[in-house]
Structure formats: structure tokens, C-alpha cells
Antibody, heavy 116, light 107 residues
Framework: QLQLQESGPGLVKPSETLSLTCTVS??????????WGWIRQPPGKGLEWIGS???????YYNPSLKSRVTISVDTSKNQFSLKLSSVTAADTAVYYC????????WGQGTLVTVSS | DIQMTQSPSSLSASVGDRVTITCRAS??????LGWYQQKPGKAPKRLIY???SLQSGVPSRFSGSGSGTEFTLTISSLQPEDFATYYC?????????FGPGTKVDIK
């Protein structure tokens, strides 16, 4: 059974870059079954897909965030990562990693607050 | 981009009620749709995939139907543990979009 776990700073200053890592266990990130994705949820609001990556490095991004997002994969560590640049308070959210396009396995989520 | 709408945005219901939530896509997505349940402080949980297939381990009171642009999630007899927010998600294109959610609370 796949397990995903997000990690990274819980507080980021405005204009800086948010960086998170998702560690996959119970299976290989090089599986052909999945793209690996990031989703976020601002407090009290709905879910927003940020982007996804295949183990080969192929990526798809939400057009609304594409200019600020980079998702990368490290197959040797069974991890994939999210970088979101030039953050503002509007980027404060719980960030989840998940398998895509099925979205059947999710991490527990990590709250990232953007504040000085 | 494909936009998803859900109705209602919230509803109040009693234990034992039949509940139906509708999701509409801005263009046809075949049956590339899933339904997810989210409880406060928890990650979403997939209930239905391919519009009408029940996820393993999910109670049979949950069912999904539809294809193209209109989809429904039905809970045949609402249980106390079903009070939550429900989201649809389309994955027809590699630009995934969630519906805005439907909050189901206790009447």
C-alpha cells in the first residue's frame, strides 16, 4: 500500500520560494501507473490541483500557477518536490501530495503559512 | 480549461435521508470523473472512480452515475459518518479540476 508524506517549512516569508518534498513509501516512484501530484487547499476553501510529474520528468502544471511552479522528481530517493516562487498570503494553504490522475493515495497534508 | 460546477453548495440532511449531489463539466469528459469525501483536518478520500465505480472498501450506499457533462453522487441512506464535504474531480485532460465542493451537514 502506497504511503505519501509531505515535508518542508511551515512558514515562508512573502516574496520567497515555498519548497516541499513528498516521500513515497510502499512502492516505487518509477511506477508507470502514476503521475505524482501536488494539490493545495486554502483555509476554509476548496481543492486546487497545482501540477503533476511523471518519473521520467514530464510535467503538467495548472495554468493559473504555471509561471511560479516547478515540480521535480528524485527517483533515487523515491521523492518528488514542489517549488512555488514569489509567494504571497494567498498561497497560505494545506499542501497535499497525491497520486494522479487517480488521486487515490494522498499524503496527510502540511500547512504552509506565508507571513513575515 | 474544463470548469466544474457542483450543486448544491451545501445541504442539511438527516440520518437515513437519500442525498444527491450533482456535478457538471463545461465540456464533455466521457466518464473521467471521481468523487471524493473530505472530513475536517483530513485528506480527501476517493469514493467513486470512472464516474460510477465504487472504490474498494467504500460502503455500497454510495453510488455514482453520469457521463459526458453531468454526473451525480448519491448516498442512499445518510449515516452519521457521512457528514463531510464532497468534491468531484475531472481528469479528462492533464489539467485536473475539482468542483467547488458540497458540504453535507446535520439537519
Amino acid at each position: 500500500q502506497l504511503q505519501l508524506q509531505e515535508s518542508g517549512p511551515g512558514l515562508v516569508k512573502p516574496s520567497e520560494t515555498l519548497s516541499l518534498t513528498c516521500t513515497v513509501s510502499g512502492g516505487s516512484i518509477s511506477s508507470s501507473s502514476y503521475y505524482w501530484g501536488w494539490i493545495r487547499q486554502p483555509p476554509g476553501k476548496g481543492l486546487e490541483w497545482i501540477g503533476s510529474i511523471y518519473y521520467s520528468g514530464s510535467t503538467y502544471y495548472n495554468p493559473s500557477l504555471k509561471s511560479r511552479v516547478t515540480i521535480s522528481v528524485d527517483t533515487s530517493k523515491n521523492q518528488f518536490s514542489l517549488k512555488l516562487s514569489s509567494v504571497t498570503a494567498a498561497d497560505t494553504a494545506v499542501y497535499y501530495c497525491a497520486t494522479t490522475p487517480s488521486f487515490d493515495y494522498w499524503g496527510q497534508g502540511t500547512l504552509v503559512t506565508v507571513s513575515s | 480549461d474544463i470548469q466544474m460546477t457542483q450543486s448544491p453548495s451545501s445541504l442539511s440532511a438527516s440520518v437515513g435521508d437519500r442525498v444527491t449531489i450533482t456535478c457538471r463539466a463545461s465540456q464533455g469528459i466521457r466518464n473521467d470523473l471521481g468523487w471524493y469525501q473530505q472530513k475536517p483536518g483530513k485528506a480527501p478520500k476517493r469514493l467513486i472512480y470512472a464516474a460510477s465505480s465504487l472504490q474498494s472498501g467504500v460502503p455500497s450506499r454510495f453510488s455514482g452515475s453520469g457521463s459526458g457533462t453531468e454526473f451525480t453522487l448519491t448516498i442512499s441512506s445518510l449515516q452519521p459518518e457521512d457528514f463531510a464535504t464532497y468534491y468531484c474531480l475531472q481528469h479528462n485532460s492533464y489539467l485536473f479540476t475539482f468542483g467547488p465542493g458540497t458540504k453535507v451537514d446535520i439537519k
